[in-house]
């Protein structure tokens, strides 16, 4: 199991940048795929972006050209800087394993996206 804590959430106006981190736990981090999703009210969960263990990405058509995920897996950390924020992306976000495992859900960061 991988514990994960999430954090770097706000209140920012559109446009605006957000760097989220997650710090996590566990000996199998550094080979894992990792991945940040979102789930805005009243919408399912989605994944937005995610990374391998040697640092290939894929992002959602949502976010592309956007946000960027990256990882340091001396650190376990992954972390997701998010610019040109839109209102659109107000959302709780979570890291977790790719494909996600059910418990290793953390508590999510809230994003806002508000003028």
């Not at 795929?33 to 640092?55: C, D, F, N």
């Not at 959602?60 to 650190?75: C, E, L, P, W, Y």
């Not at 790719?98 to 960061?109: E, L, N």
Request: proline share 3%; net charge positive.
């Amino acid at each position: 199991q991988v514990q994960l804590v999430e954090s770097g959430g706000g209140l920012v106006q559109p446009g605006g940048s957000l760097r989220l981190s997650c710090a996590a736990s566990g000996s199998i981090f550094s080979i894992a795929e990792m991945g940040w999703y979102r789930q805005a009210p009243g919408k399912q969960r989605e994944l937005v972006a995610r990374i391998t263990s040697r640092s290939s990405t894929n992002y959602s058509d949502s976010v592309k050209g956007r946000f960027t995920i990256s990882r340091d897996n001396a650190k376990k950390m992954v972390y997701l800087q998010m610019n040109s924020l839109k209102p659109e992306d107000t959302a709780v976000y979570y890291c977790n394993r790719y494909p996600a495992v059910y418990d290793d859900w953390g508590q999510g960061t809230q994003v806002t996206v508000s003028s």
